[in-house]
């Protein structure tokens, strides 16, 4: 299924599974404000449906998330926090009480990488990179990255990704935590989706309860830390130094 307001995302039930698939591939999936508010729509049902046991993403093509798309934040930048879509969708995901399960290959970039940093089961493809280019757009971190890479990484190797903007490989990934397993042979979604049904398969309200538990420490301070960066983001997109970095990324001429 293809909601309506958004066509680049294919939304489908299989058994217990919420299976959401970004498929823009053209554009590399970056996201659009669309694309946004039907992933946020799809995961809250998911959140207030019962017979649900696990919220399942994959991309089409070979680069599974290439951020925002950049025409979108010209359009948002004006809006409140709270009325954004790409934040609406980051607090649905950070409140949904669903596991959440992820298949990568390709490129993660933005919040393409940094919506991983929230799910509870990540599988790449060994040539992933993890890309969080915030400073060379004139940027900042968001989804509370700037927070968890460091607990994750050490601050010095956060500092490489944050601020340097360098790519992060499938073997740092897997080394920090953000992914699971590198999966050699095959295809990372197949695996996921083997996973996801094996979370379906557990007794619901232990699996709710168990990773309520594990998620619970820190809850309040990534919400707090989401708004912060969320509120320097929106400084950053009004300035005039980020708005013709970004300008000169949207435009069909650029070198």
């Known amino acids: 299924m293809r909601p309506e307001l958004a066509p680049e995302l294919i939304i489908e039930r299989a058994g217990a599974i919420l299976h959401i698939r970004l498929d823009r591939p053209a554009a590399?999936?970056?996201?659009?404000?669309?694309m946004y508010d039907g992933m946020r729509a799809a995961i809250a049902a998911a959140s207030a449906d019962d017979a649900i046991r696990a919220v399942l993403v994959t991309a089409a093509g070979p680069c599974f998330c290439a951020g925002n798309?950049?025409?979108g934040f010209e359009r948002m930048r004006h809006l409140p926090r709270d009325e954004r879509p790409g934040y609406r969708f980051m607090t649905t995901l950070l409140d949904c009480p669903k596991p959440l399960v992820a298949a990568v290959a390709g490129n993660a970039v933005g919040i393409g990488?940094?919506?991983?940093l929230h799910f509870d089961l990540v599988y790449c493809a060994p040539g992933t990179r993890f890309h969080f280019p915030f400073t060379r757009l004139g940027l900042v971190?968001?989804?509370?990255?700037?927070?968890?890479?460091?607990?994750?990484?050490?601050?010095a190797r956060a500092a490489r990704w944050l601020l340097l903007g360098d790519p992060m490989d499938a073997t740092d990934a897997l080394d920090i935590g953000l992914v699971t397993e590198c999966v050699p042979d095959?295809?990372?979604?197949?695996?996921?989706?083997?996973?996801?049904?094996?979370?379906?398969?557990?007794?619901a309200t232990a699996l709710a309860e168990s990773r309520a538990l594990m998620r619970a420490p820190k809850r309040r301070d990534v919400a707090e830390i989401m708004?912060?960066?969320m509120d320097r983001l929106s400084e950053r997109l009004?300035?005039?130094?980020?708005?013709?970095?970004?300008?000169?990324?949207a435009s069909p001429n650029r070198k």
């Open 28 to 34: 590399r999936n970056a996201l659009t404000p669309a």
């Open 69 to 71: 798309d950049a025409a």
């Open 113 to 116: 990488a940094t919506m991983l």
């Open 141 to 155: 971190p968001e989804f509370a990255s700037s927070y968890l890479l460091p607990r994750m990484a050490g601050h």
């Open 186 to 203: 095959g295809s990372p979604d197949t695996h996921a989706q083997a996973v996801a049904e094996r979370l379906a398969a557990l007794p």
């Open 227 to 229: 708004a912060t960066e």
């Open 238 to 249: 009004a300035s005039e130094e980020t708005r013709a970095l970004l300008a000169r990324l």
